[in-house]
T-cell receptor, first 113, second 113 residues
Framework: KAGVTQTPRYLIKTRGQQVTLSCSPI?????VSWYQQTPGQGLQFLFE???????NKGNFPGRFSGRQFSNSRSEMNVSTLELGDSALYLC????????????FGPGTRLTVT | KQEVTQIPAALSVPEGENLVLNCSFT??????LQWFRQDPGKGLTSLLL?????REQTSGRLNASLDKSSGRSTLYIAASQPGDSATYLC????????????FGEGTQLTVNP
């Protein structure tokens, strides 16, 4: 069974631009979560989508948004990029019900200059 | 607010040694706890998931224990190998938060040949 895939793997953007990251979950997984990882803050939860609806949301500004499509693929968007948005963005998928064991993708490394 | 702490932050051991990584969490109302491994610049690999009703889980040379009432979990690695060198992350899932995980800062393990 194929794992979680994320595209692109690397991105370099300039302050003020916007960016869209994509995640394809494991086949049969309907829940997709996004996390941000930085050296200073560690791994922080952004949001979770299930059945095209946001089910959970972390404590991030409205510049961070996401969506999920009917095939469970998900995208996250960051608008008006700031230097502090430079991070590894990780996507994880799981089944829709317990135990919710999450499987992570390789991540997208975003650098904002 | 759930807080997860991992001790030590870094650990260096000779090959063949048995070792224990520690994880503590402040809110005992957890659904389950997951241990992950992360290699530099990569995504997370799930090692073990332990439900709140369980005391321990084993996979090969790895054994994870959970004491929900005291807010502690340990990851025991037997007969360590250089290939075990990585950052080990502990994450807890609350009873009411779906698949959302709260992560510790991780323990960076180096196993020297």
């Amino acid at each position: 069974k194929a794992g979680v895939t994320q595209t692109p793997r690397y991105l370099i953007k300039t302050r003020g631009q916007q960016v869209t990251l994509s995640c394809s979950p494991i086949s049969g997984h309907r829940s997709v979560s996004w996390y941000q990882q930085t050296p200073g803050q560690g791994l922080q939860f952004l949001f979770e989508y299930f059945s095209e609806t946001q089910r959970n949301k972390g404590n991030f500004p409205g510049r961070f948004s996401g969506r999920q499509f009917s095939n469970s693929r998900s995208e996250m968007n960051v608008s008006t990029l700031e230097l502090g948005d430079s991070a590894l963005y990780l996507c994880a998928s799981s089944l829709a019900s317990g135990p919710y064991e999450q499987y992570f993708g390789p991540g997208t490394r975003l650098t904002v200059t | 607010k759930q807080e997860v702490t991992q001790i030590p932050a870094a650990l260096s051991v000779p090959e063949g040694e048995n070792l224990v990584l520690n994880c503590s969490f402040t809110d005992s109302a957890i659904y389950n706890l997951q241990w992950f491994r992360q290699d530099p610049g990569k995504g997370l690999t799930s090692l073990l998931l332990i439900q709140s009703s369980q005391r321990e889980q084993t996979s090969g040379r790895l054994n994870a224990s959970l004491d929900k009432s005291s807010g502690r979990s340990t990851l025991y690695i037997a007969a360590s190998q250089p290939g075990d060198s990585a950052t080990y992350l502990c994450a807890v899932r609350r009873e009411t938060s779906g698949s959302r995980l709260t992560f510790g800062e991780g323990t960076q393990l180096t196993v020297n040949p």
